[in-house]
């Protein structure tokens, strides 16, 4: 079985100011891992995922994140946030059994 | 391509009502989730399905929750009778099929929001 761990629950940000986000997930096989971000009264969209290969995997809108096996992690970051980017950012991991299993969120509230 | 549909999209009922949730996945995917995303949490695994046969139900609270998936594309989530717990937002997802690493990539629909007062 495996768990993910959102070490901020929130993180308040200013405007073109960097953000990371940090996930870390225990998991005894071989996993793939994956961000998603909810905005307000929508579900979840997919921002990027580990699958194989290279372990610095970019997404969408700017965002992008460093898969650390030593480390168990796979933290989220952008280098300039806008307001838009205001939303609940999870974390999430899966093995060949196909079964998301999601991080309790972190809320970003981007301000000007 | 349209994406993951539901609805309603919110509903408010008693407790010891009964409601139901109807899904829509992406043309072509046949496996398909229903999650309970509780205030302030992660979404949870309820119920995976793959083409019209379960896979995994095990945290399906089974003495109140059903789902079916009868001809292997619309689902249905249904609670009956509800409780107060039971408030939160439920999503559905879907995905393909296979043994690659894009079979892990789920996609989710809008959720529909239940309040049981």
């Known amino acids: 079985a495996q768990s993910v761990t959102q070490l901020d629950s929130q993180v308040p940000v200013f405007e073109e100011a960097p953000v990371e986000l940090r996930c870390n997930y225990s998991?005894?096989?071989?996993?793939?891992l994956f961000w998603y971000v909810q905005y307000p009264n929508q579900g979840l969209q997919l921002l990027l995922k580990?699958?194989?290969?290279?372990?610095l995997v970019k997404g969408i809108n700017g965002f992008e994140a460093e898969f650390n096996k030593s480390q168990t992690s796979f933290h989220l970051r952008k280098p300039s946030v806008h307001i838009s980017d205001t939303a609940e950012y999870f974390c999430?991991?899966?093995?060949?059994?196909?079964?998301?299993?999601f991080g309790a969120g972190t809320t970003v509230t981007v301000r000007a | 391509e349209a994406g993951v549909a539901q609805s309603p999209r919110y509903k408010i009922i008693e407790k010891r009502q009964s409601v139901a949730f109807w899904c829509n996945p992406i043309?072509?995917?046949?496996?398909l989730y229903w999650y309970q995303q509780i205030l302030g949490q992660g979404p949870k695994l309820l119920i995976q399905?793959?083409?019209?046969?379960?896979?995994?139900d095990s945290q399906l609270p089974k003495d109140r929750f059903s789902a079916e998936r009868l001809k292997g594309v619309d689902s249905t989530l249904k609670i009956q009778p509800a409780k107060l717990e039971d408030s939160a937002v439920y999503l559905c997802?879907?995905?393909?099929?296979?043994?690659?690493?894009?079979?892990?990539?789920?996609?989710f629909g809008p959720g529909t929001r239940l309040t049981v007062l």
């Open positions: 997802a879907s995905s393909l099929t296979g043994t690659s690493g894009r079979a892990n990539e789920q996609f």
């Open positions: 998991s005894s096989v071989s996993v793939y």
């Open positions: 580990y699958l194989s290969g290279s372990t």
């Open positions: 999430a991991v899966s093995n060949n059994d196909y079964k998301l299993s």
């Open positions: 043309s072509g995917h046949a496996t």
């Open positions: 399905f793959q083409n019209n046969g379960v896979v995994d």
